[in-house]
């Protein structure tokens, strides 16, 4: 019974880059969210989405960050362009109808050079 | 405004019972949570509490909501040095899908 999984669990990148975040929710879920956690901070709401559409991306920047959850795969978080400011843990979710608890995948961690 | 309060930092030798506090906004959370999150790793659910408890209990653990003064709390009984971790209340606002965390209280268990 695999839970949330996202990879890579590290990943490094320079200014100017771009970085894919992957989050496959757990089995039989079709919810996901994305949050953001900056350095000794607690985790801030990005964005909700079910399949093939998104539903609450209130907490999105409004430049450079992109997220899809595709019919079949994983659901991505794109950011263009990396900034300094970007490094922080990303974190996953997913939950089952929406409403329901949300579990954690074990994060990205994101540190751009 | 949004802000879930935790204080930062807490300390307990191994064996006493910790308490780990919580103020947060929205009287409409139907749902409020505690996670854990060790070093380098995810957030693991502890446990949570629907607002129309007042308490919950689940072996070690126990919450207690206040919900006129919109405060949360976590004991955990017999802490062992197992449980050093950082703690984050979440609460669930009705009408919305996005959880809001608070800044995580730290908690150091001394041997």
């Known amino acids: 019974n695999a839970g949330v999984m996202q990879n890579p669990r590290h990943l490094v990148r320079r200014r100017g880059q771009e970085a894919r975040l992957r989050c496959s929710p757990m089995k039989g879920h079709s919810h996901v969210y994305w949050y953001r956690q900056l350095p000794e901070e607690g985790l801030k709401f990005m964005v909700y989405l079910q399949k093939e559409n998104i539903i609450d991306e209130s907490g999105m920047p409004k430049e450079r960050f992109s997220a899809e959850f595709p019919k079949e795969g994983p659901s991505i978080l794109r950011i263009q362009q990396v900034v300094r400011g970007d490094s922080a843990a990303y974190f996953c979710?997913?939950?089952?109808?929406?409403?329901?608890?949300?579990?954690f995948g074990p994060g990205t961690r994101l540190t751009v050079l | 405004g949004e802000d879930v309060e935790q204080s930062l930092f807490l300390s307990v030798r191994e064996g006493d019972s910790s308490v780990i506090n919580c103020t947060y906004t929205?009287?409409?959370?139907?749902?409020l949570y505690w996670y854990k999150q060790e070093p380098g790793a995810g957030l693991q659910l502890l446990t949570y509490i629907f607002s129309n408890m007042d308490m919950k209990q689940d072996q070690r653990l126990t919450v207690l909501l206040n919900k006129k003064d919109k405060h949360l709390s976590l004991r955990i009984a017999d802490t062992q040095t197992g449980d050093s971790a950082i703690y984050f209340c979440?609460?669930?606002?009705?009408?919305?899908?996005?959880?809001?965390f608070g800044t995580g209280t730290r908690l150091k268990v001394l041997a």
């Open positions: 979710a997913s939950s089952s109808t929406g409403r329901d608890t949300q579990y």
């Open positions: 929205d009287s409409s959370s139907t749902y």
């Open positions: 979440a609460e669930s606002p009705s009408g919305t899908y996005k959880y809001i």
